[in-house]
């Protein structure tokens, strides 16, 4: 990265992320209630609205690391990292039929994680613990991606100053953006986040507009910006005989997203905090703006192509460092004036926050619920429940900020590939029992296991380094998202297990276990 630093730029970017992280702190006396409950702590009282749902899972989804990492894959791979599109536009009728349910399941019985869900459903604490315990270990990495994006943005400003932690050095901007992100999360719970995700997203809709007007413009226009790409990067290339080709897996690929986006404990716990079915919904018919957004986001990536910054010595150490995901703090920094390189790069910061707030906050849920709770003090009080959410809280997002500093890059990208992969084995145990009444705990278990198992092969047969593998069955090739490949495993497994243990039993096709309330004490 570069020594120098833009007194300007980092000067309005610092304003801005002090001025409203501070929003975080004061947020504890919004909607007043008693913090010292774990649904008000850790789902703002399922109280929040339409419209603050949409700003608080397009906060939640949309984060820095989308903003930097997603462009610099259509920077290195061109058109087939669109797929993101598809696979935004797939999710929301999924969250407008399924979720609504879900949240009505989770309200009616104090639920607050899919864990939660399961336990109550099946009455089976092992399979629970394996859904708590994969949600834990999914977010872990993701939380990790959003310090990584924190990284390349301080990069950016020419931030560089260090402390020394157990020998190794750790990046002292980032250590504080853990600090401000950690104090108002203990303090305020969900309520940070939300309040936060209303400014930035007034930032990151400003650094987008004046992306997509200005850039192209000094670029010579949009034609002259796709002129600059090779052509191979414009399409998807055709299926060689024999194989369903590289457009099965960019459909698979939308797929699995779309199928796993919402077990993702953040995204879920987004949704639990609305107030009702109906802000669901609603947030279903309007977040597609995102996926509009997100689609004029891409197209940065072309763009940071067209103007050959990673050819410009200025960044050759900022692409050394974090590699493609460089691209688009050096196109900023190139184009913009510094006054606006400032603002842009606290909208992303800002973005790094509030997902990794909501992160750590559903991950401290799920221990909090479904392992301290159900396996270690199961006659705790709430405000003690509530307490040991906050502590491990913290305990996350150190685990996240130690993971960056003591580990490369490359592994915690590698990691996230594991964790879209596991996440989606959660589905047929989660989603598929509310409609699906026949199915049994120990089939659903036991196909947990064979998805996790033949998924994390799948990845390791690519050196964890491509989420998409070739299945070969004779005479045909299929590239495939591994996580799709594993959840039809998952699938196949449960639901012939749970028809052979109904026939060996006798049992007719029977309702699940009615969910029940966990007992709390007050």
Request: charge should be neutral; include cysteine.
């Amino acid at each position: 990265m570069s020594s120098f630093i833009d007194p300007v730029a980092t000067g309005v970017f610092i304003t801005l992320f002090f001025l409203i992280s501070s929003l975080g702190f004061v947020a504890s006396r919004w909607k007043r209630a008693d913090l010292g409950h774990i649904e008000e702590w850790g789902l703002g009282g399922r109280r929040f609205g339409p419209l603050l749902v949409w700003f608080l899972l397009g906060g939640d989804l949309y984060t820095a690391y989308t903003f930097v990492a997603l462009p610099a894959l259509m920077y290195a791979a061109g058109g087939s990292g669109f797929f993101a599109v598809p696979y935004s536009i797939i999710v929301f009728p999924i969250v407008f039929a399924v979720f609504p349910k879900v949240w009505g399941v989770c309200a009616k019985h104090g639920y607050v994680t899919a864990a939660d869900m399961v336990a109550g459903l099946y009455r089976n604490r092992t399979l629970a613990l394996m859904i708590a315990l994969t949600g834990i270990v999914a977010t872990m990495p993701y939380l990790s991606l959003q310090l990584v994006g924190l990284e390349a943005i301080f990069a950016g400003l020419g931030l560089h100053a260090s402390i020394t932690i157990f020998g190794s050095e750790m990046e002292l901007p980032l250590f504080v953006a853990f600090l401000v992100m950690a104090g108002f999360t203990y303090n305020s719970g969900l309520r940070a986040p939300a309040m936060i995700a209303i400014v930035k997203d007034i930032l990151i809709y400003t650094t987008l507009i004046a992306a997509i007007l200005i850039v192209p413009a000094k670029l010579g226009g949009y034609g002259a910006v796709f002129d600059a790409v090779p052509p191979e990067k414009l399409l998807i290339p055709d299926a060689e005989p024999g194989s369903l080709g590289p457009q099965f897996a960019y459909a698979t690929l939308a797929l699995g997203g779309a199928l796993g986006l919402f077990l993702y404990p953040h995204a879920l716990t987004g949704l639990l905090s609305a107030s009702s079915r109906d802000a669901i919904r609603r947030n279903a018919v309007f977040m597609p703006i995102y996926a509009f957004a997100l689609a004029l986001l891409l197209l940065l990536g072309f763009m940071a192509l067209a103007a050959g910054v990673k050819d410009m010595p200025q960044y050759a150490d900022g692409f050394a460092r974090f590699g493609n995901i460089y691209a688009v703090p050096a196109l900023f920094k190139h184009l913009f004036p510094s006054w606006f390189v400032g603002v842009a790069f606290a909208a992303i910061a800002i973005g790094a926050l509030v997902p990794g707030a909501i992160m750590s906050i559903a991950a401290a849920n799920l221990f909090t619920r479904n392992v301290y709770r159900a396996y270690i003090r199961p006659e705790c009080s709430e405000a003690h429940e509530t307490q040991v959410a906050k502590i491990f809280s913290l305990l996350v997002k150190a685990g996240a900020l130690g993971f960056v500093t003591f580990f490369p890059e490359t592994s915690v990208v590698q990691l996230q590939l594991i964790g879209g992969i596991w996440m989606c084995q959660t589905l047929p145990a989660v989603l598929m029992g509310l409609y699906v009444r026949w199915l049994d705990s120990r089939a659903l278990l036991t196909g947990w296991i064979a998805g996790m198992g033949a998924g994390t092969l799948m990845a390791g047969a690519t050196g964890f380094k491509d989420s998409v593998y070739t299945l070969t069955i004779p005479g045909l090739e299929i590239p495939c998202y591994s996580a799709v490949s594993a959840l039809v495993l998952n699938i196949m497994v449960t639901l012939a297990l749970s028809l052979i243990i109904r026939l060996r039993t006798g049992a007719a096709p029977s309702s699940p276990p009615a969910p029940v309330r966990p007992a709390l004490q007050d």
